[in-house]
């Protein structure tokens, strides 16, 4: 039997494991994205739904602590991960996880996962997985982490890039909570719970479900698939993380709504703020303009904003143009602006190997640029939200105090003040002006959000 990527296996493989090793490759080869190719393997592969779960937690978990497998078999093969072929080293990565992370009994986590691997190297897996199973996982612990010390330590105990850890550090210090790395390092490798949204005036939250912990239009998800709810299932309600939901509702509840405000979302696939800044403005009376730069997110845009009577305009295309094609058109812009994503990791297990440093700068200089257009795209005492999914320093506050210092005509809005008012919960304590979610206190993603403001002409 071949995968997809060509490797040959005996065939005995379970069809969780085989769809797991698969969506790795995938990852691997195609850069694809395990939350959305995941899905569609489960249901291609037909699996049941204790096999979908099983095959849920060996992909994400898998990719997630992938740093710290490769220490484990560089160890127990002894040799360097990079002298393993990628099909093989996939094969073993799913293997150590069974063995070191699931209660999977250890003759089943072998034997099904050396029925993955290539014929030619069978004997290779079959033997690694053996020695990873003959000792504890704390004992693998000690031994990964050995003599490390500082970021060389928690990148190995938490698998997080050392460069990643550095850049949570500075977002955290600049928050007043760099006491809470591993807190928020620990919250990074936990899979979080399902949140949905409750569409204003489509649904309420008692309808749907129980409340969720910080958003007032947050609804806990309970266990099964979301698609079941039968809010979910005709569109009124969604699922989308709560920090999402927050950072729309930042923007639109920041005051009342004046019927005849044009709204804009910048960068609005695949969707998910956009619906519910539709939700909103239809309440308010306001008109919003749903923007996208690429043809297939602005496709899912549209699909997200079918549900509402009159749906929102989708357009399509570079969103600076707003800058002149618009001027000072628009009383409110959401900038959810294109980001590491740093501040998702929970939900995008490969995003912290596949991100580098070198994907900064051209981000940064993208946002720049996003936000350039935006001001100009605003009315005179209009609002703007910048968002991102990310907390690293260049792309949240110093991004901010450099658009502040580019525009003399805009001003900082108290966020933190704007969404203690929103929330259903404390936010906690912050430094300045802007909003800044973490998993580890607030279950969230890690969003950022800066209401700007521009001087009444
Ligand atoms: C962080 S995502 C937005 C998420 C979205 N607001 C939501 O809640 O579902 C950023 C989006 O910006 C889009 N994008 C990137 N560059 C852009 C540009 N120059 N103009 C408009 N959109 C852009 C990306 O394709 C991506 O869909």
């Not at 005996?10 to 494991?17: E, I, L, Q, S």
């Not at 009577?309 to 628009?330: I, K, L, M």
Request: aromatic share 4%; glycine share 8%.
């Amino acid at each position: 039997m071949s995968t997809k990527h060509g490797a040959s296996t005996t065939g005995r493989a379970a069809p969780a494991r085989k769809v797991a090793a698969e969506v790795l490759a995938a990852a691997r080869d195609d850069d694809a994205y395990a939350n959305l190719l995941l899905p569609a393997r489960i249901a291609q592969a037909k699996l049941s739904p204790g096999d979908a779960a099983l095959a849920t937690e060996l992909t994400y978990g898998t990719l997630r602590m992938q740093g710290r497998y490769d220490r484990i078999i560089r160890l127990a093969a002894n040799r360097e991960t990079s002298a393993i072929d990628p099909v093989v080293l996939d094969v073993l990565r799913l293997g150590v996880h069974q063995l070191v992370a699931t209660r999977i009994p250890p003759h089943a986590a072998v034997g099904d996962t050396v029925a993955l691997a290539p014929r030619r190297a069978t004997g290779f897996v079959n033997g690694v997985l053996r020695t990873v199973a003959r000792s504890t996982p704390e004992e693998w612990d000690a031994r990964v982490t050995g003599e490390l010390t500082g970021d060389a330590r928690l990148a190995a105990e938490y698998s997080h890039p050392e460069w990643v850890i550095d850049a949570l550090r500075r977002s955290l210090d600049a928050d007043g909570r760099v006491d809470e790395l591993e807190e928020l390092l620990a919250a990074d490798n936990v899979a979080p719970a399902v949140s949905l949204v409750a569409l204003p005036g489509l649904v309420s939250v008692a309808e749907v479900g129980e409340p969720g912990g910080i958003s007032p239009t947050g609804i806990q998800a309970v266990g099964g698939d979301p698609a079941s709810v039968p809010a979910v299932a005709a569109g009124t309600a969604r699922v989308q993380d709560e920090g999402s939901q927050l950072a729309a509702l930042i923007l639109s509840r920041a005051r009342a709504i004046v019927p005849g405000e044009r709204w804009l979302d910048m960068c609005a696939g695949p969707g998910g703020k956009a619906a519910l800044l539709a939700a909103e403005a239809l309440i308010g009376g306001a008109e919003l303009v749903a923007n996208e730069l690429v043809p297939v997110r602005a496709k899912l845009v549209r699909r997200a904003l079918a549900v509402f009577n009159p749906a929102p305009r989708v357009v399509e295309g570079d969103a600076t143009r707003f800058a002149t094609s618009d001027p000072g058109g628009f009383d409110r812009i959401l900038l959810d602006a294109p980001c590491t994503g740093l501040g998702a990791l929970r939900r995008r297990p490969e995003a912290r190997w596949r991100k580098q440093p070198a994907d900064i700068p051209g981000l940064v200089a993208l946002q720049t640029r996003l936000l350039d257009a935006a001001v100009a795209a605003l009315a005179p005492g209009g609002l703007l939200a910048y968002v991102t999914c990310s907390p690293h320093p260049d792309e949240t506050r110093a991004a901010v105090a450099r658009v502040l210092k580019r525009h003399s005509e805009l001003s900082a809005v108290d966020t933190r003040a704007v969404a203690a008012d929103i929330a259903t919960s404390e936010l906690g304590p912050g430094v300045g002006p802007a909003v800044q979610l973490w998993p580890h206190r607030h279950g969230t993603d890690a969003m950022f959000v800066q209401l700007l403001s521009k001087v009444d002409a």
